[in-house]
């Protein structure tokens, strides 16, 4: 099991940034992604950002530009750094381990996720 918690959500103007962050703990050792989901009202959750254990990263084309994530493998910590945000990037960002080889960015490849934290983006 992992357990994950996110900080860092909160209400920001457009154009304006935030970072979160996503602590991990747990059988760490087996991570691979980690990565950064989003879910906005009615609609359904996306894949937003991911970093995995050889270095890699990979960026949805809505964020490409904007946001940067970071991992630190020491303290089991991944971070998204969103800059020059947007109305439309409101929604509740939630972070998800893998422990699939390659370069996973689909819900359905990610087995253990946070509880999600409030971005709000004000225009």
């Known amino acids: 099991q992992v357990q994950l918690v996110e900080s860092g959500g909160g209400l920001v103007q457009a154009g304006g940034s935030l970072r979160l962050s996503c602590a991990a703990s747990g059988r760490t050792f087996s991570m691979n992604g980690m990565g950064w989901f989003r879910q906005a009202p009615g609609k359904e959750r996306e894949f937003v950002a991911a970093?995995?254990?050889?270095?890699?990263?990979d960026y949805a084309d809505s964020v490409k530009g904007r946001f940067t994530v970071s991992r630190d493998n020491a303290k089991n910590t991944v971070y998204l750094q969103m800059n020059s945000l947007k109305p439309e990037d409101t929604a509740v960002y939630h972070c998800?381990?893998?422990?699939?080889?390659?370069?996973?960015?689909?819900?359905?490849?990610?087995?253990?996720w946070g509880q999600g934290t409030q971005v709000t983006v004000s225009s």
């Open positions: 998800a381990v893998s422990g699939r080889w390659g370069w996973p960015r689909s819900i359905r490849e990610y087995d253990y």
């Open positions: 970093s995995y254990s050889g270095g890699g990263t």
